[in-house]
């Protein structure tokens, strides 16, 4: 089905930033500008006053499947990216089985075909079992369609076979992502380490443990001259050694989270376990050390980590319950909320949500420049709604977010020439 896209602001990061006109045909984009002409019969989309952007690319979300399909399925998964504009996600390896094979891989990819909504990318293990010990075979990950490998939250603590997996990741040209934790530092941890964190009688996890590992990691990128990506950053350490590693041409991305830029520490005094993430909440320090890297580049990505749990999960005592929050649904205007804050130009939020991710992940996505695939989001930035957690897509609704007056809401999301998502109303 052909589809013109008539009279919206058109942001394709870095290509076009003006009001104009986009045809669809085919799945892919055709053309964009002003007054373009579209095939015979196409289907008129009015996007006047509203903002036509590439869909935005999640590199870290978890979609839990196979093996914890009580939280998230690649369907419900997928339905809630949709609804948030995020038209490719890619989603980490800490099912049950670990997905360390390529069975486990071209399953994900065989659900994600049949949801028939966001493209859905698996991401490959770096051990087996994600044990940090033998590692995974990465090429076979790779050939099946893995687009980086990672052990998510079980940080490889060996730097040896850290170091192994960074030389063969290189030989196949993938990123390879950490989560950066010293476990031995953040052992039994719940929260930020600091006054809060004493006065709840709550263990911590000091920042330290994260920023050794950056350490870690960067040295040993700039060893072995492989892709690093760095997962969701939230210490003033980390942004000031990412920037450092940027400055020497080190080939290191880094990505930060909407609840890393907009909540500190002091949510959690109520003891609200939907404020209990890993890494965890930091200080306002944390806070602007972050918005300050994303307005100078140090930070490449927004990305989500997507967490999902069922509520009685969350509903276990703070020591207990696990960390995590969903947050497809929100990025998009929490993302905006900086630049309304003048952190980022909205050309800036825009491409820190698609064209950047794509390009550090090597996507041929985020883009609506002709021959590129048609995955696209009509987005109102002046829509005002609440967040009403039980009117997810996601199959969970662990936020700290719910209640919040927000601003931005995606009307129409597009993949590959179909329409897969409309809000009420967005007609």
């Given at each position: 089905?052909?589809l013109?896209i008539e009279?919206?602001h058109?942001?394709?990061?870095?290509r076009?930033?003006a009001?104009?006109?986009?045809?669809i045909?085919?799945?892919?984009?055709?053309?964009?500008?002003?007054?373009?002409k579209?095939?015979?019969?196409a289907?008129r989309v009015s996007?006047?006053?509203r903002l036509?952007?590439?869909g935005?690319v999640?590199?870290h979300v978890?979609f839990?499947?196979?093996?914890?399909e009580?939280k998230?399925?690649i369907q419900?998964?997928?339905?809630s990216a949709?609804a948030?504009g995020?038209?490719?996600?890619?989603c980490?390896?800490?099912t049950n089985?670990?997905?360390?094979n390529?069975?486990?891989?071209?399953?994900?990819l065989?659900?994600?075909?049949a949801?028939?909504l966001?493209?859905?990318?698996p991401?490959?293990a770096?051990?087996?079992?994600?044990e940090?010990?033998?590692?995974?075979?990465?090429?076979d990950l790779?050939?099946?369609g893995c687009?980086?490998i990672?052990?998510?939250g079980?940080p490889?603590?060996?730097?040896?076979?850290?170091?192994?997996?960074?030389?063969?990741?290189l030989?196949?040209?993938?990123?390879?992502i950490?989560h950066?934790e010293d476990?031995?530092?953040a052992?039994?941890?719940c929260?930020?380490?600091?006054?809060?964190s004493?006065?709840l009688?709550l263990p911590g996890?000091?920042?330290?443990?994260e920023d050794?590992?950056v350490?870690?990691n960067?040295?040993?990128?700039?060893?072995?001259?492989?892709?690093?990506?760095l997962a969701h950053?939230?210490?003033v350490?980390?942004?000031?050694?990412?920037?450092?590693?940027?400055?020497?041409?080190l080939?290191?991305t880094?990505e930060a989270c909407?609840?890393h830029?907009?909540l500190t520490?002091e949510?959690?005094?109520?003891?609200?376990t939907?404020?209990?993430?890993n890494?965890?909440l930091?200080?306002?320090?944390d806070?602007?050390?972050?918005?300050?890297?994303?307005?100078?580049g140090?930070i490449?990505?927004i990305a989500t980590?997507h967490?999902?749990h069922?509520?009685?999960?969350k509903?276990?005592?703070f020591?207990e319950?696990?960390?995590?929050?969903v947050?497809?649904e929100?990025?998009?205007p929490?993302?905006?909320?900086?630049v309304?804050?003048g952190?980022l130009s909205?050309?800036?939020?825009?491409e820190k949500?698609s064209?950047a991710?794509?390009?550090?992940f090597?996507?041929a996505k985020?883009t609506?420049?002709?021959?590129?695939?048609?995955d696209?989001a009509?987005?109102d930035?002046?829509?005002q709604w609440?967040?009403?957690p039980?009117?997810?897509?996601?199959?969970?609704?662990?936020?700290?977010?719910?209640g919040?007056?927000?601003?931005?809401l995606v009307?129409?999301?597009i993949?590959?020439?179909r329409v897969v998502?409309?809000?009420a109303?967005s007609?």
């Amino acid at each position: 089905m052909a589809l013109l896209i008539e009279g919206g602001h058109i942001i394709d990061p870095g290509r076009y930033n003006a009001i104009g006109d986009l045809v669809i045909d085919e799945g892919k984009i055709v053309a964009i500008g002003r007054g373009v002409k579209a095939p015979p019969g196409a289907t008129r989309v009015s996007a006047t006053g509203r903002l036509v952007v590439p869909g935005f690319v999640d590199l870290h979300v978890h979609f839990r499947e196979p093996g914890f399909e009580y939280k998230e399925t690649i369907q419900s998964g997928a339905a809630s990216a949709v609804a948030g504009g995020f038209t490719t996600v890619c989603c980490m390896p800490n099912t049950n089985p670990v997905n360390d094979n390529q069975a486990i891989t071209e399953f994900i990819l065989e659900r994600a075909r049949a949801a028939r909504l966001a493209n859905v990318l698996p991401i490959g293990a770096i051990t087996k079992g994600s044990e940090g010990k033998e590692l995974a075979e990465i090429g076979d990950l790779r050939r099946a369609g893995c687009v980086a490998i990672s052990d998510d939250g079980k940080p490889v603590m060996n730097s040896l076979v850290m170091r192994r997996a960074m030389e063969y990741a290189l030989a196949f040209d993938i990123p390879v992502i950490d989560h950066c934790e010293d476990l031995h530092l953040a052992e039994g941890g719940c929260m930020n380490e600091g006054l809060i964190s004493t006065e709840l009688g709550l263990p911590g996890i000091p920042a330290a443990a994260e920023d050794v590992m950056v350490a870690r990691n960067v040295s040993l990128a700039e060893l072995t001259g492989a892709r690093l990506h760095l997962a969701h950053i939230s210490t003033v350490g980390s942004v000031r050694m990412v920037r450092e590693a940027k400055s020497r041409g080190l080939r290191v991305t880094a990505e930060a989270c909407p609840h890393h830029f907009m909540l500190t520490e002091e949510i959690v005094r109520g003891f609200n376990t939907l404020a209990k993430m890993n890494p965890p909440l930091r200080t306002w320090q944390d806070v602007q050390a972050i918005k300050d890297g994303l307005r100078d580049g140090t930070i490449d990505v927004i990305a989500t980590d997507h967490a999902p749990h069922a509520t009685q999960e969350k509903q276990q005592g703070f020591t207990e319950a696990p960390f995590g929050i969903v947050g497809l649904e929100t990025a998009l205007p929490l993302t905006l909320a900086l630049v309304e804050e003048g952190i980022l130009s909205l050309e800036s939020a825009v491409e820190k949500l698609s064209a950047a991710p794509a390009r550090a992940f090597s996507l041929a996505k985020g883009t609506l420049q002709p021959g590129a695939d048609a995955d696209v989001a009509i987005i109102d930035p002046q829509a005002q709604w609440e967040v009403d957690p039980g009117k997810f897509r996601s199959k969970s609704r662990n936020t700290p977010f719910a209640g919040w007056k927000v601003k931005g809401l995606v009307m129409t999301t597009i993949v590959s020439g179909r329409v897969v998502f409309e809000a009420a109303g967005s007609a």
